[in-house]
Each structure stands twice: as structure tokens, then as C-alpha cells.
């Protein structure tokens, strides 16, 4: 595309450092433009009617989902991270729609039963490379989803795919050396074919997702906790970021019932983090004073990040939550019931291929064990926690009770 602003509804004026979709880098299959959408507005249209998104809703967050209708679902929780990429990229004149569309597809290659699921298939996977969400996510965009005639996958753009795999940050150092270990198998493949430039960090719009990421787990992780009296107001008074708001929504409104004191905790907190990444943003791009995007790529951290004292106030939220609610004895006890459903799930596949629906298992009793355990794990990932126990109930005479 050229750089011009007379096409479609979403060219409007960015930073010199974002995004622009007129000038994308394109797609892996062309594709004609669209007359009404950008690139990235399309790319985020297709990522919500994909079926890869619909499967989210009865995907776990950290409460399964049949326990209660109002607690954070994959798809509930994918959705408070797109507002709050949104408002980030918007408070730094970059482009929302990109931001919104990796916001929206970062939970993708998530299997049933939250990370539970994941650590199950990863350990049944190792033999043949192990299994990773991230990678899995791309897998699914660029092939797994099949809902086009002259592709596979969702075929988005190259800044979009960018996002997904890169939004943590680079995956390779400069020497072309995985920074965490090897890198997924899957992003390997496709990077050689495509290149997402693992070395170089993703864009500020990607980096706003991966954030929001973070604030709203941090966030509704505290209401879903609550909701479900595994936290209480009381021992969120002990921890430095809860307790300084609960002090003062406590001295404004000292009537105030526990519900409500819940809420105005959930979203104070959201508010604060979310100011604290806003000006922490634009401090660091004042000093790198980036020119381009090319400027972001290759600044050598971070752009959008919580400043000093909010990050450490973050990590200590995050490990009163990992102590007091996701390794609570009632979640551990659920998790471990979750984690044979899938152990089981995985052999029994693995052993017995037809037993998967028709599209999955042709021609697998003749594989070779790597293809066939890379399709199993394929099958299994895309599962929703029901359809999991579902299959569960089909398979054995006996399974373990998640309620």
C-alpha cells in the first residue's frame, strides 16, 4: 500500500513511531485491500469471527467455567485486555486497531483448563518438542483455522503476527540464539517462511497488549477471588498497591459494603496501573526520541512498561495472588482432577487416532509418531473445558469431578 489516507475508515494521523497500516508489510497470501477496513481493523475482525475465538468462551481463566456464570472466561478476560491496549495505544498515538487485534488473539494456543491444560500437553509433548501457547496461537492463525477458500489460518497481516508471537518481547538474541530457551518448533517453521524478525522487539501497539495483559489479570483475578471468598478485603489490606487503595475508597466512602468496596478496588487499580504505563510510555519514548517504528524495534527494551515503583508493587500483588489464590487447595485440587482429564485425553488419542472426528484423524494410524502427537496435541488445545469432559465421559468409565 501507499501511504495515502483516502482509503477505507482508519487512516487517520499517528505518531511517527506507530504503526501506519498504509504502509503494512503486507500479508503471507496477497490479498486485495479492503475499500472500508485498514489492514489491522481487518485482521481484528477476522481474529472475533474465527472459531478459534468463539472456543474462548468456555475456556478457563483460573475458575472452571460451569463453577459460576459471572467469573472471567478466556473470552471475558480477552476482551478487558483489548479495552485496556485500546486506551494505552490511544494515549500514545498508536494505532488502536493493531493493538485491539493482538489484544484479542494472544490467548489463541491456550488449552482447556487454563495453564493446568497447558503444563499436561507440554509434558506429554516433550518428546516431540513440547508445547507452547504462544506458539500453538500462531499455528492456529496461520493454519489451523480453516475458514477461507484460498488459504488456511486467518492470513493477517505481518504486524499483527508480529504482535502475537513477539509481544513479550524478542524471542532470539542477536545471534540467533533462543533468549528463553529454543524457540517453539512451530514459530521456527513459520519464521523461515515469514520473517517475523525474532531478534527485534514488536511494536509499541503490541507491547500496549501485552501490558494490559498483565493489569487486567491483576485486576480480575482480585474480583474473581473474592467472588469465590478465597481473598478477602482484609488480607488485600496487607499487600502494598491493594492496601493503599482500600485505605483510601475506605476513608471516602467508610459505609461502603464489601461488593462495592470490591469494585471501586478492581477499578481504581486498573485506573493507576494504567496511568503509571501511560507516563512511564512517554518518558521512554521522550529520551529514545524514535523517528520510526524501525526506532522502536531496535531500542533494546521495553517501551511500555510500569515505572520502577509500580513494577515492584505489581510483582508483590503477583505473588500474594500466586500464594493465596492460584495455589489455594481448592484450585489445586480442581487443577489436579483438570490435569488428568487431558493426560488422558492425550493417551487415549495418541493410542487410538479414530477416536478423534472426522478432519483429524485420516491417515494418522499410519503417521509416524511426531506428526500424529503434534495433531493430538492440536485437537486437544482447541478443546473448551465442556467439550473436554465431554469427550472425557465418552472415553472412560470413570471421570474426575472438577465442581
Same mark, same amino acid.
Given at each position: 500500500?501507499? %501511504?495515502?489516507?483516502?482509503?477505507?475508515?482508519?487512516?487517520?494521523?499517528?505518531?511517527?513511531?506507530?504503526?501506519?497500516?498504509? !504502509?503494512?508489510?503486507?500479508?503471507?497470501?496477497?490479498?486485495?485491500?479492503?475499500?472500508?477496513?485498514?489492514?489491522?481493523?481487518?485482521? !481484528?475482525?477476522?481474529?472475533?469471527?474465527?472459531?478459534?475465538?468463539?472456543?474462548?468462551?468456555? &475456556?478457563?481463566?483460573?475458575?472452571?467455567?460451569?463453577?459460576?456464570?459471572?467469573?472471567?472466561?478466556?473470552?471475558?478476560?480477552?476482551?478487558?485486555? *483489548?479495552?485496556?491496549?485500546?486506551?494505552?495505544?490511544?494515549?500514545?498515538?498508536?494505532?488502536?486497531?493493531?493493538?485491539?487485534?493482538?489484544?484479542?488473539?494472544?490467548?489463541? %494456543?491456550?488449552?482447556?483448563?487454563?495453564?493446568?491444560?497447558?503444563?499436561?500437553?507440554?509434558?506429554?509433548?516433550?518428546?516431540? %518438542?513440547?508445547?507452547?501457547?504462544?506458539?500453538?496461537?500462531?499455528?492456529?492463525?496461520? !493454519?489451523?483455522?480453516?475458514?477461507?477458500?484460498?488459504?488456511?489460518?486467518?492470513?493477517?497481516?505481518?504486524?499483527?503476527?508480529?504482535?502475537?508471537? &513477539?509481544?513479550?518481547?524478542?524471542?532470539?538474541?542477536?545471534?540467533?540464539?533462543?533468549?528463553?530457551?529454543?524457540?517453539?518448533?512451530?514459530?521456527?517453521?513459520?519464521?523461515?517462511?515469514?520473517?517475523?524478525?525474532?531478534?527485534?522487539?514488536?511494536?509499541?501497539?503490541?507491547?500496549?497488549?501485552?501490558?494490559?495483559?498483565?493489569?487486567?489479570?491483576?485486576?480480575?483475578?482480585?474480583?474473581?477471588?473474592?467472588?469465590?471468598?478465597?481473598?478477602?478485603?482484609?488480607?488485600?489490606?496487607?499487600?502494598?498497591?491493594?492496601?493503599?487503595?482500600? &485505605?483510601?475508597?475506605?476513608?471516602?466512602?467508610?459505609?461502603?459494603?464489601?461488593?462495592?468496596?470490591?469494585?471501586?478496588?478492581?477499578?481504581?487499580?486498573?485506573?493507576?496501573?494504567?496511568?503509571?504505563?501511560? *507516563?512511564?510510555?512517554?518518558?521512554?519514548?521522550?529520551?529514545?526520541?524514535?523517528?520510526?517504528?524501525?526506532?522502536?524495534?531496535?531500542?533494546?527494551?521495553?517501551?511500555?512498561?510500569?515505572?520502577?515503583?509500580?513494577?515492584?508493587?505489581?510483582?508483590?500483588? &503477583?505473588?500474594?495472588?500466586?500464594?493465596?489464590?492460584?495455589?489455594?487447595?481448592?484450585?489445586?485440587?480442581?487443577?489436579?482432577?483438570?490435569?488428568?482429564?487431558?493426560?488422558?485425553?492425550?493417551?487415549?488419542?495418541?493410542?487410538?487416532?479414530?477416536?478423534?472426528?472426522?478432519?483429524?484423524?485420516?491417515?494418522?494410524?499410519?503417521?509416524?509418531?511426531?506428526?500424529?502427537?503434534?495433531?493430538?496435541?492440536?485437537?486437544?488445545?482447541?478443546?473448551?473445558?465442556?467439550?473436554?469432559?465431554?469427550?472425557?465421559?465418552?472415553?472412560?468409565? !470413570?471421570?474426575?469431578?472438577?465442581?
Amino acid at each position: 500500500m501507499t %501511504g495515502s489516507t483516502d482509503i477505507g475508515f482508519g487512516y487517520r494521523p499517528r505518531a511517527v513511531y506507530a504503526c501506519d497500516p498504509a !504502509r503494512t508489510r503486507g500479508r503471507f497470501h496477497p490479498e486485495p485491500e479492503s475499500p472500508t477496513r485498514t489492514p489491522f481493523q481487518r485482521d !481484528r475482525d477476522r481474529i472475533i469471527h474465527s472459531t478459534a475465538f468463539r472456543r474462548l468462551k468456555h &475456556k478457563t481463566q483460573v475458575f472452571i467455567a460451569h463453577e459460576g456464570d459471572h467469573y472471567r472466561t478466556r473470552l471475558t478476560h480477552s476482551i478487558e485486555v *483489548a479495552q485496556i491496549a485500546r486506551a494505552l495505544a490511544r494515549a500514545l498515538c498508536c494505532d488502536e486497531d493493531l493493538a485491539e487485534a493482538v489484544a484479542l488473539v494472544h490467548d489463541f %494456543g491456550h488449552t482447556p483448563f487454563g495453564h493446568t491444560g497447558e503444563e499436561a500437553l507440554n509434558e506429554k509433548m516433550a518428546p516431540w %518438542g513440547g508445547f507452547d501457547h504462544n506458539a500453538q496461537a500462531l499455528r492456529v492463525v496461520t !493454519r489451523l483455522e480453516r475458514r477461507y477458500a484460498e488459504f488456511d489460518g486467518l492470513n493477517l497481516s505481518w504486524e499483527t503476527l508480529e504482535g502475537l508471537v &513477539k509481544h513479550n518481547g524478542p524471542l532470539e538474541d542477536g545471534d540467533g540464539r533462543g533468549v528463553d530457551g529454543p524457540v517453539p518448533r512451530a514459530i521456527r517453521i513459520y519464521n523461515e517462511l515469514h520473517d517475523l524478525e525474532l531478534s527485534r522487539f514488536a511494536s509499541l501497539e503490541a507491547q500496549c497488549a501485552a501490558i494490559a495483559d498483565d493489569i487486567a489479570y491483576n485486576a480480575h483475578d482480585i474480583d474473581d477471588g473474592l467472588r469465590a471468598d478465597l481473598l478477602t478485603l482484609d488480607m488485600l489490606r496487607e499487600v502494598e498497591l491493594p492496601g493503599r487503595i482500600l &485505605k483510601v475508597v475506605g476513608e471516602r466512602y467508610p459505609t461502603l459494603d464489601a461488593v462495592r468496596t470490591g469494585h471501586e478496588l478492581m477499578r481504581r487499580q486498573i485506573t493507576a496501573m494504567v496511568e503509571d504505563v501511560i *507516563a512511564t510510555a512517554r518518558s521512554n519514548i521522550d529520551a529514545l526520541k524514535p523517528a520510526s517504528i524501525d526506532d522502536i524495534r531496535d531500542a533494546g527494551l521495553t517501551m511500555v512498561s510500569f515505572s520502577g515503583q509500580m513494577r515492584t508493587e505489581e510483582k508483590a500483588l &503477583k505473588a500474594f495472588l500466586y500464594g493465596n489464590l492460584y495455589r489455594h487447595p481448592s484450585v489445586l485440587e480442581v487443577r489436579r482432577a483438570a490435569d488428568q482429564v487431558v493426560r488422558d485425553l492425550f493417551d487415549a488419542y495418541f493410542a487410538e487416532p479414530r477416536e478423534m472426528p472426522e478432519g483429524w484423524r485420516e491417515g494418522l494410524d499410519r503417521a509416524e509418531d511426531r506428526v500424529k502427537a503434534r495433531d493430538v496435541a492440536d485437537f486437544l488445545a482447541g478443546m473448551t473445558d465442556t467439550y473436554a469432559l465431554k469427550e472425557h465421559l465418552r472415553l472412560f468409565d !470413570r471421570t474426575p469431578d472438577l465442581s
